[in-house]
């Protein structure tokens, strides 16, 4: 009795889970984002004044002396350039002579191609061209920079020198 009366309990739950309807989805939501290849960078500080130099005689801003700003959404290269110098006697742009000099920079996050760390000085800025500081720089990164005068060999004036340091992002 115990036998038949299990086999038709069972008979019977295999009968009734049959018979439940099945429910399917009839439509599903998809979420879909963008994010814009967004570049944008600022640098401070804005401005650097080595006051006073003497002939032959490489004056340095510290190591991470300038910090550049990084709301990117896409990973940077990072290069830097200068326009020359100006003044009422303007020096010329180049390795140290008479009225001769250029400028140095290096970062301690230069990346493959580019500085290979902090206070090496190891890129030279070029007059009107840019040359790669920062390689591959992260969505999340605000490398610092530092910058050195190679100054000239020596003086046949005492005019303010002065130039414009560009860096400029692109996309990695």
Known sequence: MKKKLF?????????????????A??????????????ISISNAPAS???VTVAAGVDEQTSNGYFTVTNP????????IECNGWSGT?????GAPGEDQAQL??????????????????????????????CDAVGTSTNPTWELQLDAPSSFTHGAEQ??????TAVAN
Do not use: E, H
């Open 7 to 23: 086999a038709i309990l069972i008979a019977f739950t295999l009968l009734l889970s049959l018979s439940v309807p099945v429910f």
């Open 25 to 38: 989805a009839t439509s599903q939501d998809v979420t879909v984002t963008a994010t814009p290849s967004f």
């Open 48 to 50: 650097f004044d080595y």
């Open 72 to 79: 990117s959404t896409v990973a940077l290269d990072i290069s």
């Open 89 to 93: 006697s303007s020096w010329t742009y």
């Open 104 to 133: 140095k920079a290096s970062s301690g996050d230069g990346g493959v191609g580019g500085s290979t760390g902090a206070g090496a000085f190891d890129i030279n800025l070029l007059n009107g061209s840019g040359t790669l500081l």
């Open 162 to 167: 002065t130039t414009t340091v560009t860096i």
